[in-house]
């Protein structure tokens, strides 16, 4: 049978191709298209089945990275959609926290509720912080608001009450009033969506699902009628933020959880292929077309978080923690009022594209520079699929950058490949040194189409002293998601002092949660052999407004002296210090209910052995200055084979560039090593 995983970028939709029967890893990419993202799927799938002699009817299962509900935010292209919540709270969304990302910028200004004024609506009911009711649902006004919004037009439906995470019925039963007389509206309730206390990030996560709630679902809808045109009768599973699998149903009512659903893959994946490379400790670096994503991996662990800001939303929900900057192959170089050089955060995306794709680009980009610099082929792209036009990209370049700035067309390029290390190191020290790790122990890990492109210039920068490239690095994430377990998070807040009388009602909290996991894994066709729990408990000093999360162990009894323990070493890890005999209160107690699949490893039988003989040489710009370069076809390699630089290794889906002064090897599973001169 065969696997595929699809990760649709805003520059290439990207896919890994697993035949299970052979072991065999094939890869593609197409350029996305965003007016329809599903478009692309299409066309790389229909290519190949027709490529690679796939028979729709041999695929079984077909994974799906997404950031469609993500570039609905940042794009504001939601729907008209209102909010119910509970009297006197109207406003919740509009006030948010005193806190601002700049503080002395008094020109930074809020972003507007996803719901304005005019569609939130108050109603009466209340549930105190202890989960009892003081005052029942006033019924009448939910079907009043339900009618206000019904002649409004809208959409979609937020449901948010005071303290549901407690209890739901409040919530549960305004859902049935609203959805009677908004019958095809989304109607999402914060129950649902965000069991957690914190008012604000639960409205704030329940208002984006619903914002992107109907144009998420017929995008769905779009992909498979598009799957079954080509004969695929497999029904998608989404990749979401925490790195797992979910499917259809799942997606269209929870669309905030694929907000990292792309990026999430990727690590996941590098994980997997650094760990079987015998590097536990890495950074993964993944630049795509509009962005660098970067994220630690301690230990063969992916860093977790519990949140993050989407177009400045708070969205709160279990996820890969990646850090994202506006650093990418379409990344546009610009001077600034100063007279300064700029590269991104713009982007030129996937239409126009670079300057050098001949679609109409009239902006220099990253890519650009490098195809000037012949770093990248200065004629095709994706295995000679791809035209390069190198002397429209030199024009462009020369007229926005060079001309301007006094430089020629090579030191402009130069300078904003420089520009563009710089912002990508900075990201990588946000995830590692800032938060006290030491990179000298950490490999760079590159993938995305231009990762390995300036994976050693960065490296150099951080003071890494290793890469690991994998196999096909542009389709990484692709990749990823055949690796990825089926899984579904779950969440429970109750604020509890942690002593002897209450343990056992946290522990009852877990035991609640892994019925509700072991019935969506049955649901979801796991068998009861590949099925497992993951539990969390979020707990703090009483006093603290901020939660470490204490991780229990997957089997066995986890007594209250061990959850004391675990908890003073996770603070002094995350804090330095622990303060003992000071209670200790737990907030959330999370568990992620996992459906093992079986990992593909990638089947590597490299080219003839010997000495590696280049396919050309090159005239390619360093800081050095310009070099004759050998031209290596990355497929022709065997395992033990090594390079010293100035070397480019050409593959279908990236370059990689190794510098001089530095070496590159490739090991038994196919993997480069490039090794860092101090």
Request: with cysteine; proline share 6%; net charge negative.
């Amino acid at each position: 049978m065969v696997r595929i995983g699809f990760d649709v970028g805003g520059t290439f939709t990207d896919f890994t191709v697993h035949d299970t029967r052979s072991g065999m890893l094939r890869y593609y990419k197409t350029p996305s298209t965003p007016a329809d993202r599903s478009q692309a799927i299409e066309t790389g799938l229909a290519a190949i089945i027709a490529e690679y002699g796939v028979r729709p009817e041999e695929i079984s299962f077909v994974g799906h990275g997404t950031t469609v509900a993500t570039n609905m935010v940042i794009e504001r292209r939601g729907v008209r959609m209102g909010i119910v919540t509970t009297r006197g709270f109207r406003d919740v969304l509009e006030i948010g926290r005193q806190t601002r990302p700049a503080l002395y910028d008094y020109g930074q200004v809020r972003p507007p509720p996803l719901a304005p004024r005019a569609l939130r609506f108050e109603v009466g009911g209340r549930i105190d912080a202890a989960g009892q009711e003081l005052e029942p649902l006033d019924e009448p006004a939910v079907a009043a608001a339900a009618e206000a919004l019904a002649a409004e037009g809208v959409e979609a439906v937020g449901i948010c009450f005071l303290h549901s995470y407690l209890r739901d019925d409040h919530e549960a039963r305004a859902a049935a009033i609203i959805r009677a007389r908004l019958p095809d509206a989304f109607v999402c309730t914060s129950s649902e969506v965000l069991p957690e206390f914190r008012e604000f990030e639960r409205f704030s996560t329940t208002a984006i699902n619903a914002y992107v709630g109907p144009r998420m679902a017929a995008y769905m809808q779009r992909l498979l009628d598009r799957l079954a045109g080509l004969g695929i009768t497999a029904e998608p599973d989404t990749i979401h933020s925490n790195g797992g699998l979910m499917s259809v149903a799942t997606a269209r009512g929870f669309p905030v959880r694929t907000c990292l659903s792309g990026p999430a893959a990727g690590v996941v994946g590098a994980a997997e292929v650094a760990r079987a490379a015998g590097f536990p400790d890495i950074v993964t670096y993944d630049v795509g077309g509009t962005s660098t994503d970067v994220s630690l991996v301690a230990e063969g662990r992916p860093a977790f978080a519990t949140s993050r800001l989407v177009a400045d939303y708070p969205v709160r929900t279990p996820m890969v923690d990646v850090h994202v900057i506006g650093a990418g192959g379409g990344s546009i170089a610009w001077i600034d009022d100063a007279g300064a050089l700029k590269v991104g955060p713009h982007s030129t995306g996937a239409d126009p594209g670079p300057v050098a794709y001949g679609r109409g680009g009239q902006e220099p980009t990253l890519t650009d520079a490098n195809i000037v610099l012949h770093r990248l082929d200065p004629v095709t792209l994706l295995g000679g699929r791809m035209k390069v036009d190198e002397a429209a990209a030199r024009r462009a370049i020369e007229e926005r950058i060079a001309r301007p700035l006094g430089l020629s067309v090579e030191a402009a390029a130069l300078g904003i490949i420089r520009i563009a290390v710089a912002n990508m190191s900075r990201a990588i020290r946000s995830v590692s040194t800032e938060k006290g790790h030491d990179l000298g122990r950490f490999a760079l890990f590159p993938f995305g189409g231009a990762g390995p492109l300036h994976a050693g210039a960065v490296a150099r920068e951080c003071g890494i002293r290793r890469v690991l490239v994998p196999q096909e690095p542009g389709t990484m994430c692709a990749r990823g998601i055949l690796m990825s377990d089926i899984s579904l998070d779950f969440v429970r807040s109750e604020i509890a002092e942690a002593t002897p009388e209450n343990w056992r009602g946290i522990m009852a909290r877990f035991e609640a949660m892994a019925r509700q996991g072991g019935e969506w894994l049955e649901a979801s066709q796991v068998e009861p052999a590949r099925r497992t729990v993951h539990r969390v408990i979020d707990a703090r000093y009483k006093g603290q407004n901020h939660e470490v999360q204490v991780r229990l162990p997957e089997r066995g009894d986890f007594t209250l002296d061990d959850f004391q323990r675990e908890f003073a070493a996770a603070h002094r890890r995350e804090y330095g210090y622990d303060v003992p005999g000071r209670a200790v209160e737990v907030v959330n107690a999370r568990l992620k209910a996992v459906g093992r699949v079986d990992r593909p490893a990638a089947r590597f039988e490299g080219g003839t052995s010997g000495t590696p003989e280049p396919r050309a040489m090159r005239q390619v710009h360093f800081d050095a200055g310009r070099i004759e370069t050998p031209i290596f076809d990355r497929a022709t390699l065997s395992a033990g084979a090594t390079i010293p630089g100035p070397a480019i290794l050409d593959e279908m889906s990236s370059t990689t560039v190794v510098e001089p002064g530095q070496r590159v090897t490739v090991d038994p599973s196919g993997n480069l090593i490039v090794e860092i001169a101090p």
